[in-house]
């Protein structure tokens, strides 16, 4: 797999986990259960960071295509 590719299944992954989390994240809200809403914050933020290090991958991959 090149980082190009790598690059965009982090970006898939990362979003992935910013639905579950958000979906943890209204339930735990919704159920009054602030464990539920914490595991939910935190699952978002690793889908960001995910996102993050896809659009890095790529970028790297299209400044070394030069």
């Known amino acids: 797999m090149d980082r190009h590719t790598e690059g965009w ?12 989390g ?4 209204q339930w735990g ?3 009054d259960d602030p ?3 914490a595991r939910g914050k ?3 933020a690793k889908g960001k960071v995910q996102e993050e290090i ?7 991959k299209s400044r070394t295509d030069r």
């Open 22 to 25: 958000e979906a943890k994240d």
């Open 35 to 37: 464990g539920l809403q």
């Open 42 to 44: 935190w699952d978002k």
């Open 54 to 60: 896809g659009e890095w991958k790529e970028n790297t």
């Open 9 to 20: 299944s982090d970006k898939i992954k990362g979003a992935v986990n910013q639905a579950k």
């Open 29 to 31: 809200n919704l159920t």
